[in-house]
């Protein structure tokens, strides 16, 4: 019944910016440690940013690190991950995450995210 929908995604030029939002339904969205992760082709799936229940802690990878920001809003049940100053290396199909997992920590690279929404396309031109 856990639900997780992502939008935003969209064509863009290098330096733009875009807003992706991931709408969680189903379960108590507090009660979710929350991820960002991409994919481009040809690629392995890599981190972007974490964020714990209660928005007090975050982290985010290098790669995107000053450029990216994921924030959430427990009483929209909503993730959101704000991207500036995008790059064409920044290009990839995004998805949302959720860890009910209590041991989840934003810097623990070995998270377990069960819930995943279905991906929404970033593409930025040079």
């Known amino acids: 019944q856990v639900q997780l929908v992502e939008s935003g995604g969209g064509l863009v030029q290098t330096g733009e910016s875009l807003r992706l939002a991931c709408v969680v339904s189903g379960r108590t969205f507090s009660n979710f440690g929350m991820g960002w992760f991409r994919q481009a082709p040809g690629k392995e799936r890599e981190f972007v940013a974490a964020?714990?229940?209660?928005?007090?802690?975050?982290n985010h990878a290098d790669s995107v690190k000053g450029r990216f920001t994921i924030s959430r809003d427990n009483a929209k049940n909503t993730l959101y991950l704000q991207m500036d100053n995008l790059k064409p290396e920044d290009s990839a199909v995004y998805y949302c995450?959720?860890?009910?997992?209590?041991?989840?920590?934003?810097?623990?690279?070995?998270?377990?995210?069960?819930?995943w929404g279905q991906g929404t396309q970033v593409t930025v031109s040079a």
């Open positions: 995450a959720a860890s009910a997992d209590i041991s989840f920590a934003v810097r623990n690279p070995r998270n377990v995210y069960e819930y």
């Open positions: 964020i714990s229940r209660t928005a007090g802690l975050t």
